[in-house]
């Protein structure tokens, strides 16, 4: 959520910085319902100081065998005034609350108004694999190998389902273990989080109440929903806390599958495992004092790509327009792995610093050392990595004449053999 501060100071400033992801954005009712309301808390409060002025005389007045009635009658139409005009603010901070909470991030300065056309390409590493055959795509190659079995996935869960079995259940298990493996020796704590959360965790990460629909609800009266990804979880480690300054940063990752309804429709070739509804991920995550969260944001791109490179996969960092970032993220990068097959990158990870804005949803403080105050934290995330693109590119990337896969040299300490056959 944004400082409101931030909008009563410089209105247009803030306009024009939401301009750069938003069609149009008009701050007018917003300021005339928090001048409004501030300007009754004012009179409401002289009003309260009255009564308790007035309140404090009646016993005297009582005990002088003076009639106290007049006093009494006032006070009970002063504090029927009181009662009603309390009433009004807290309606004018439920509409201005609604209208802050449907508000997206600031984008940082540096970030490039609209949508995916302005994505920049800021690296890219490796070469585009040449093959000296007919290369396969995906689908056939893990359908080829019996790594995943399409068929029965959609039989068990519907469309955009899969199963991995045998060597393809190996390889994704061995992904994780890597991913896990790296994520401990750099020093992040390892998280299993509750799939189930509640509604408070999505209004905290910024999904809600805008992108209710896109996640799957639990009909329990509980207004539970399983989480999306692992970072919906883990911005509410620290909800409603106030953390020390000397134990920041804070470095937590988890594994969790990701369950999302991909609402919309799907491009002809995004077939196989592309988007699914069901999916693996490693998700990294940072609090820190503001200062650092630049810097955060440098590693947590780092980590993502070493990653990638230690697997051998040509991939490229873009970073993302205004537009194209999440609601609740005010700079993004996006790690996107080539699949052959489709002539085309995808998102294998989204780096993302948050600033204040989830922290300041889910009330996240730190307390300063030199001042004693608190403040918000910042809230980073990257995935570490998501698995359901990164197999069908190790399939297409390192994809032999014969129809083998040549298994990345990370991963053999868990799959023990050099490539996988049928």
Same mark, same amino acid.
């Given at each position: ?14 306009? +024009? ?58 006070? +009970? ?29 600031? %984008? ?38 019996? !790594? ?47 799939? !189930? ?92 004092? %503001? ?8 590693? !947590? ?38 699949? %052959? ?82």
């Amino acid at each position: 959520m944004l400082d409101i501060n931030l909008i009563r100071e410089n209105p247009e400033k803030v306009k +024009k910085a939401l301009l750069k992801r938003m069609g149009s954005v008009d701050f007018t009712e917003l300021l005339s319902w928090d001048t409004k309301r501030r300007e009754l808390i004012v009179e409401t409060e002289n009003m309260k100081a009255e009564r308790n002025r007035v309140s404090k005389l009646i016993p005297s007045i009582k005990k002088e065998g003076k009639d106290a009635g007049v006093y009494l009658s006032a006070m +009970k139409k002063l504090s029927d005034t009181i009662t009603e005009r309390d009433k009004t603010v807290s309606e004018l901070d439920g509409r201005i609350h609604d209208f802050m909470a449907a508000l997206p991030n600031i %984008p940082a300065d540096d970030v490039l108004a609209g949508d995916k056309e302005n994505n920049k390409v800021v690296r890219i590493w490796g070469d585009k694999p040449e093959f000296s055959f007919k290369p396969k795509d995906h689908v056939q190659l893990v359908t080829d190998l019996h !790594l995943i079995d399409y068929e029965r996935g959609a039989k068990l869960g519907g469309n955009g389902f899969w199963a991995y079995r045998g060597n393809g259940a190996l390889l994704e298990w061995a992904l994780l273990n890597y991913f896990i493996e790296t994520h401990i020796s750099d020093g992040y704590e390892f998280i299993l989080p509750p799939h !189930l959360l509640t509604w408070n965790c999505g209004y905290t990460a910024g999904q809600f109440p805008k992108f209710e629909e896109d996640v799957y609800r639990i009909e329990n009266g509980e207004g539970q929903f399983i989480l999306p990804t692992a970072e919906t979880a883990l911005v509410n480690f620290h909800r409603d806390e106030i953390l020390k300054e000397d134990e920041l940063p804070k470095k937590y990752f988890a594994f969790t599958p990701c369950y999302r309804k991909e609402a919309g429709s799907y491009r002809s070739d995004e077939r196989g495992m592309i988007r699914g509804h069901q999916f693996n991920k490693v998700e990294m995550f940072q609090y820190t004092v %503001p200062e650092d969260s630049e810097k955060a944001l440098d590693e !947590l791109i780092g980590k993502a790509e070493k990653l990638v490179q230690g697997l051998g996969l040509h991939y490229r960092v873009s970073k993302l327009a205004a537009a194209d970032c999440s609601a609740s993220m005010g700079k993004t990068f996006d790690i996107e792995i080539w699949i %052959p097959s489709m002539n085309i990158y995808k998102e294998v990870s989204s780096a993302s610093n948050g600033y204040d804005y989830q922290a300041r949803r889910g009330n996240i403080r730190f307390r300063r050392i030199s001042t004693g105050k608190t403040e918000y934290v910042h809230t980073l995330n990257a995935s570490g990595l998501a698995t359901s693109r990164l197999l069908p590119a190790i399939v297409e990337q390192l994809q032999q004449e014969d129809g083998s896969i040549k298994v990345p040299s990370v991963l053999k300490k868990w799959l023990n053999m050099d490539t996988i056959k049928a």
